[in-house]
């Protein structure tokens, strides 16, 4: 059996449709486990007359605690023994999970991943990234891919996982849920580690749905600031040795990347200095960094002042902004 754990919180408009898509997977042998997190609008109405519709469908109601604790709840009470997610309101293949699982068997892997598909509300599709190539990993180089992010996407919902992974998550309270952002890369990173064999196929069968409301669209604020680095700092702390110089090149880069938001954006002047602060730490480790990263990072460094009008001359006349 797999159980898709579907987080949802104030999602009335989209709920149902995702079900029913859930509900046309080829493989059959499936229970859908949504955690309601506290809704405040008609989702718990509308999940309540779905529950009486679909006889594989489980309800959960809690408290809201960010869709972290959401989806563990969810693995708590899975009867599968895979784990799948799906977001409240995107869509998936129909034969997403067959493929998926057929995989694992094939190739003896606890993980079996794929790629997924971006879908815009004006009908644009972005694809990361229907190759169609399949990559076998072990735990060092599924967390190296992990970390790079060349092909290996940090979603968690373009992944079928084996319920063993989840022992150490759940038994030892090793996740922080007041993370926010990046919360599905921490998460990963903890069941790439303890899977020996992961097997990913690029085909893109989840539809992720871009909209303009949604969480990862929302302005700058202290999560999207602080919570990247968190996220990038635990996995150096814990990863092993021969991959200690990527985790440390994308801890930096983050950093990086924070302090580019932070000063495309008014206010926030004591986060600019705090991670101003965290990148020059690290200024003997900018040699780990690609070639752009590393000219940015030492401006940055050593052109405090002008850094910024720099940058943001050069975002806005050069970068495009291809996922908007």
């Not at 499936?30 to 718990?44: L, M």
Request: charged letters at 25%.
């Amino acid at each position: 059996m797999i159980s898709i754990i579907v987080p949802v919180y104030n999602l009335d408009q989209y709920i149902e449709r995702t079900l029913e898509n859930i509900e046309k997977q080829t493989y059959k042998d499936i229970e859908i486990i949504v955690v309601n997190d506290g809704s405040t609008d008609g989702t718990k109405d509308i999940l309540k007359k779905l529950e009486n519709q679909y006889s594989n469908l489980t309800i959960v109601h809690r408290q809201n605690g960010g869709v972290t604790s959401a989806r563990l709840a969810g693995v708590k009470v899975a009867k599968g023994e895979w784990i799948g997610f799906v977001d409240g309101d995107d869509l998936i293949d129909e034969e997403m999970y067959e493929r998926l699982l057929n995989n694992a068997l094939q190739y003896n892997a606890k993980i079996s991943h794929c790629g997924y598909q971006m879908v815009f509300e004006d009908g644009r599709i972005h694809y990361f990234y229907n190759t169609g190539r399949i990559v076998l990993q072990n735990n060092i180089t599924s967390v190296k891919d992990l970390l790079e992010g060349n092909f290996v996407e940090p979603g968690l919902c373009n992944k079928l996982f084996h319920k063993s992974l989840f022992g150490h998550i759940l038994n030892d309270n090793i996740v922080d849920t007041s993370i926010k952002i990046n919360e599905d890369l921490l998460m990963n990173y903890y069941l790439f580690i303890e899977s020996e064999v992961s097997v990913y196929q690029d085909f893109c069968p989840y539809h992720y749905m871009i909209r303009d409301n949604s969480a990862s669209r929302s302005r700058l604020n202290e999560n999207k600031i602080y919570d990247p680095i968190r996220v990038k700092q635990i996995i150096y702390d814990r990863v092993p040795g021969e991959i200690k110089k990527i985790a440390k090149k994308m801890y930096i880069a983050t950093c990086v990347n924070v302090y580019n938001s932070i000063i495309m954006n008014k206010g926030y002047e004591k986060e600019k200095k705090d991670v101003y602060q965290l990148i020059y730490r690290e200024k003997k480790q900018f040699n780990l960094l690609n070639k752009r990263t590393k000219l940015l990072a030492k401006m940055i460094c050593y052109l405090p002042i002008l850094y910024p009008i720099i940058y943001k001359i050069y975002a806005n006349c050069f970068q495009k902004k291809k996922y908007d």
